[in-house]
Structure formats: structure tokens, C-alpha cells
């Protein structure tokens, strides 16, 4: 059971005050002696000598100098938090109510704890240099207010230079650039210290530091959401670095200031030390202390993620882009994959014709499975983003390239789907045939994500064979080969639709995939603007009929709707509509429906039926009835 001190000093600043009563009646049988901090100047420090364990309650900087005091004088701290003192209390794990902290305080129970000093200043919770937004916040700030705040100062990040020194035999030096960094000393209970409080001691002898380097404003969202939603939490991201070191030093081109527990208190160049076990104090039962007490730990340089190098360049003193750029790796390797997606081989022709084989056999056939395996086997996505990255980035050889690519195998696929059709007389309108036909606005959403996905995919080693599953949702060969088909009917109406597909899922995935490039740091500008704006101005162009298409639709489902149970008496005989399709096959309006009547009909009720529906209709209406007579 742990017991307490038999006697203590409370020192107490004019805040306090108001709690030397409380403090000295306790009811531990403590003999507490008050004393008012402004007294302690000069000689009457000497008072402290004797003394084996204090009290301490003020502001921080009150705080802070009776440290100095207890490591000169070595002896044990307690402390009271004032109202306003939050940062103090999550670090130490205070009780919120005033008996829980006095019993805290007076425990005999005193713990080790290393103080980090900053340019020899005392740092007992975080100090920062540059701008972190929403992560290095001040105290007592409301939510909403921070993330105002955060936002606004995100629209002027920049990328500060930076050389830091770690350890103090055999250090390592880094040159990178970095948006800010946070020194952390303890492992206070914070928004910003969720990142590393996994690994944040009292006294493991180590100062540990958080660098922030965001390739660009999205990304530096995206590490704010996962912090505040604790998804990122334990871990340091792609955007961060960290370094864990018994010694720490920062110097900076342009002298910076630096915040020392949210107070403007020195400049860069940075200087911290720690001094292991320089001080013991009764902290709170719920913080973990370090097992080697005193004893520094293994140093961590996690900063694979920081810009060093040719990077460095790019990034220095620059605003943070909305937009990030990407590694020169990754830059090489996906440009060599491009530029081989858009070289012409006898592969692609090959596989070009058997995909419109079977995806003209499968339209035939009605059969979806047949239609999939030949959207698998077509190798047509490959060239279309290929030549998005060549509009983005005017790459004049690639686009050339790619562009005869895609024409060559369009003029494949709707050979090979017209020269079938011409061959096999039968030419049944099928489903899947039908359901190409009538190309929509949702069609284009279609296309649109399959881009995003097609050129995210390609981006990204460890995802490509995703690349599939995108080619599959946007199916690029059906409506050529289903173009084609219209070709071989001589059907200019059946072409036109099944075409106007193939353009819409052209056009949407160069203009997506484009967008997700540059947004991925593949173009730091859009380079080819002109060529851009052409295809925009098509991807307008074929929005209308969609738009079109898509409110008519829209009209037929409700008038399909509105005719369900629709009541017709005829000749003194009741027919009720119980379901309604209308389509346009070849140029004509064909209204199937269902209809149920009591009465046995003769021609002269279905001619009376029909006068009644066409008054609603042109006279090229053909009506199909199914009769089903009920009891």
C-alpha cells in the first residue's frame, strides 16, 4: 500500500493561492508548510535545501522553475493543476477533482523523469517549429475553431529546409524539408502526440521528434483525418518521419521561431539534450513508465518518407502543391509501362480479334459469361490510358503512338463484328445486344470511374492486377463488337448507338485517367492543354444525347409505372394493365403488356383497346398483348 510524505512544502503562485488551506488541513496526517513562490527569490531559496518533497501549483513557467529547484536541490515533486492547466494534467495523469490530486501530490511515491532541455529551456510536453495545422494546436482550443483555423493555414504550407543531427557519438545528419515538426518529451494524452504515443516515455533517456513533409494539401488532409479519427495512430505515415534520440539538433536556413509548450519562447538553430532521471514526481497511475528507467533505449530514424536528394529540390521552399508529385521511380516505371501499352505488336491484333469473337458470339448467344470472358481478354484499356498520360504531359510520340494503337483496334473490332454477322445469317436481337443500344448518363459515371480506377491501378505496382476487374466494369470490346454487328445489319441507327457507347467510355476514361494522373503528382502542370480541352469539348458534346437518353428513360419508367393496374373498360368489359413496357425497335414504338380480364375478348375489344391506347401514341404504335383471364 503506498503511503505518503510526512512533510512537504507547498509553493504556490498568487493562482494557488486559493487551495493552502485544502493542501495544509489534508487528511494524510502531512505536515504542510506554505509558501508563496515570489518569496523563494535570491537567498531565501536556501529554505528548499532541507527540503525532501514540494508541491507545486502556477502556471507553467512557476512550474518550470521549481523543477530547476528540485534538480538542484533534489528533492520529490507533486503537483496541483489550475483550471487552465489541461496540457499538465493529461501529461501526468492528475485526477480532475481537487482531493484525488492533493492525495496524488503528497504520495511517497515519487517516479524518475528525464527533462529534455531546448536551447536550455525545459520542455516538459511538445515544443514546434514550422506549421503543423490541426495537429499543433493551441490550448483550450474548440473543434470547431481548430479545424477553421487548420484550414485556413493549410492554403499556405511550405516546405521549410531543414538539417538535423541525432545522437551525440557517431550522429547521423539529415537534409530534408519538412512543413514543420513537433519535439515531444512526455507521453502527453494529445491530438498531435497520437501519432508516436506508443513509443513516448518518461525516462528512456530519448527526445522523440515528428517531422511533417506532405507531398501535397490532399495529402496532408488525408494524415489529419486519420489522426483525429485515431485510424493512423501508432504509426508514422508516408507523409511524416521520426526520430528517437538521446541527443537532437535542427538548423534552418532562415531562423524560425519555436514554440516551448504552445509559448513563443526561443529561435532555430535547436539545440536538446536530455538529462536521464534528472527528477522524480508523483504522476498518475494510468501512464506507462519506460522499463530501463534513466537508461536511454535504442535511437529510431524512421524518415524514409522525407524528401531528400533530387526530391529535396523539388521541394524546398516551395508552396505545398494541392496536387502531389510523384518519386522519380515511380515516375521511370510507370512511363516505361505506358510507352510499351502503346507500341503496336501482333499481340494486340491478335487478341483484339478473338475478344470480338467472342463477345460478338456472346451477344448471339445472350450469354453474360461469354460477353465477360472476352471484356478479359481485350487488351484495349491499355492504350486509352496511355494516351491520357500523353494528353496530360504532351508526350508527342506516345500519343501518336497510342492513338493509332485505339484506331486500329477499333477498326478490328468492328471488321471482325460485321464480317460474323455477314457470315451466320441468323440475327436475333438479344438482350445484351439491346442493353447497348441506349447509352445513358450513368454509362458515362461508368466510364468516368473506371479511368480513376484504370489509372490508379497503373500507378501502383501491388494493385495492378486490379487492372482486370476495371476493364470488366467499363467493357470497352462489347460495343464495338456490338457497332460491328450493326455494321453487318446494315443498320446505320443500331451502329450509331452501339458507337456512341464506345466513344462515351473513350472519352471518359482519357479525361478520368488524365485527372487522376495529374492528382497523383505524375504532371506538375497540365502540359497539354489544348488537346485536353478538345477532348472536353467532345466529352460535352456526347453528354447531350446521354442526358438525352437518360430523361427518356427516366419518362418511360414512370409511364411504365403510371400503367400498372390501369382499368380500361371496353365494350362494357374490364381490362386491367397489370404491367407495361414500351421500347423503339427499328424506328417504331412496340408496347408490350400484360393485361387481365374476366371476360373472353373478341377482335372487336382488342381494336377498341387499341383505338384507346393510341390516342397517346403515333399511329406507327405496335402493341403486343399477353391475355390472362381470371375468375
Not at 72 to 78: A, I, P, V
Request: hydrophobic fraction near 45%; charge should be positive; aromatic fraction near 8%.
Amino acid at each position: 500500500m503506498v503511503g505518503y510524505v510526512t512533510s512537504a512544502l507547498y509553493i504556490y503562485s498568487e493562482e494557488g493561492r486559493a487551495y493552502v488551506e485544502e493542501v495544509c488541513e489534508n487528511p494524510f496526517d502531512v505536515r504542510v508548510t506554505p509558501l508563496f513562490y515570489e518569496n523563494i527569490e535570491g537567498d531565501k531559496a536556501a529554505i528548499l535545501t532541507d527540503c525532501k518533497h514540494v508541491v507545486v501549483c502556477g502556471p507553467l513557467a512557476v512550474i518550470k522553475k521549481v523543477m530547476r529547484w528540485a534538480m538542484k536541490y533534489r528533492f520529490s515533486l507533486g503537483f496541483l493543476a489550475l483550471p487552465t492547466s489541461l496540457a499538465l494534467s493529461r501529461c501526468y495523469g492528475l485526477p480532475k477533482n481537487r482531493p484525488d490530486q492533493i492525495s496524488l501530490a503528497l504520495r511517497d511515491d515519487p517516479r524518475d523523469l528525464d527533462i529534455v532541455l531546448c536551447n536550455d529551456q525545459i520542455l516538459l510536453f511538445k515544443a514546434s517549429i514550422g506549421r503543423i495545422p490541426l495537429v499543433d494546436n493551441a490550448e483550450n482550443i474548440g473543434l470547431v475553431s481548430m479545424v477553421l483555423k487548420g484550414l485556413r493555414e493549410i492554403a499556405s504550407l511550405h516546405m521549410l529546409p531543414f538539417k538535423v543531427h541525432t545522437g551525440k557519438e557517431n550522429s547521423t545528419q539529415i537534409a530534408t524539408a519538412v512543413s514543420g515538426c513537433l519535439i515531444f518529451a512526455n507521453p502527453e494524452k494529445s491530438f498531435a502526440a497520437k501519432l508516436i504515443a506508443h513509443d513516448i516515455s518518461f525516462s528512456d533517456g530519448m527526445v522523440s521528434t515528428v517531422m511533417v513533409a506532405p507531398k501535397s494539401i490532399f495529402d496532408y488532409l488525408r494524415l489529419m483525418f486519420t489522426t483525429l479519427t485515431g485510424m493512423g495512430a501508432n504509426a508514422v505515415s508516408d507523409s511524416t518521419g521520426y526520430i528517437k534520440s538521446s541527443a537532437l539538433s535542427i538548423e534552418t536556413e532562415i531562423a524560425l521561431s519555436i514554440k516551448i509548450d504552445g509559448e513563443d519562447a526561443t529561435a532555430t538553430p535547436l539545440e536538446c539534450r536530455v538529462l536521464p532521471a534528472a527528477l522524480k514526481i508523483n504522476h498518475g497511475k494510468d501512464l506507462t513508465i519506460g522499463e530501463g528507467q534513466g537508461k536511454p533505449s535504442g535511437e529510431k530514424n524512421i524518415t524514409g518518407a522525407l524528401p531528400v536528394g533530387k526530391e529535396l529540390n523539388k521541394a524546398r521552399n516551395k508552396r505545398v502543391p494541392l496536387f502531389t508529385y510523384a518519386s522519380e521511380e515511380r515516375f521511370k516505371d510507370l512511363f516505361v509501362a505506358l510507352r510499351q501499352d502503346a507500341s503496336i505488336n501482333s499481340t494486340y491484333f491478335v487478341l483484339m480479334v478473338l475478344s470480338t469473337i467472342l463477345a460478338t458470339v456472346g451477344l448471339y448467344m445472350n450469354s453474360a459469361s461469354v460477353i465477360i470472358g472476352a471484356m478479359l481478354l481485350a487488351p484495349l484499356m491499355a492504350p486509352i490510358i496511355s494516351m491520357a498520360m500523353s494528353l496530360l504531359r504532351r508526350e508527342r510520340a506516345m500519343l501518336r503512338q497510342s492513338f493509332w494503337k485505339i484506331v486500329a483496334g477499333i477498326f478490328l473490332a468492328l471488321s471482325t463484328g460485321a464480317i460474323m454477322t455477314l457470315i451466320f445469317p441468323y440475327q436475333p436481337l438479344t438482350n445484351e445486344m439491346q442493353g447497348r443500344l441506349h447509352p445513358t448518363v450513368l454509362d458515362l459515371l461508368v466510364a468516368i470511374s473506371a479511368g480513376v480506377a484504370g489509372a490508379y491501378t497503373k500507378s501502383y505496382k501491388e494493385i495492378l492486377q486490379s487492372l482486370a476487374g476495371v476493364a470488366i466494369a467499363v467493357a470497352l470490346v462489347p460495343p464495338l463488337a456490338t457497332a460491328g454487328i450493326g455494321i453487318g445489319r446494315f443498320d446505320l441507327v443500331f451502329f450509331s448507338q452501339a458507337f456512341l457507347l464506345f466513344l462515351t467510355n473513350l472519352i471518359g476514361i482519357i479525361l478520368a485517367a488524365a485527372f487522376t494522373f495529374r492528382v497523383l503528382g505524375f504532371s506538375p502542370v497540365v502540359k497539354n492543354k489544348r488537346g485536353l480541352l478538345l477532348v472536353s469539348v467532345f466529352f460535352v458534346l456526347i453528354s447531350i444525347p446521354l442526358f438525352i437518353a437518360y430523361q427518356s428513360i427516366s419518362e418511360k419508367t414512370a409511364f411504365e409505372k403510371s400503367w400498372k393496374f390501369e382499368r380500361f373498360l371496353v365494350n362494357g368489359k374490364y381490362l386491367i394493365v397489370q404491367e407495361a413496357d414500351l421500347k423503339r425497335i427499328q424506328k417504331r414504338e412496340v408496347l408490350t403488356v400484360e393485361i387481365l380480364a374476366r371476360d373472353q375478348l373478341n377482335r372487336n375489344d382488342f381494336n377498341e383497346f387499341e383505338r384507346k391506347v393510341k390516342k397517346n401514341f403515333s399511329d406507327d404504335l405496335i402493341i403486343r398483348a399477353k391475355m390472362t383471364y381470371i375468375p
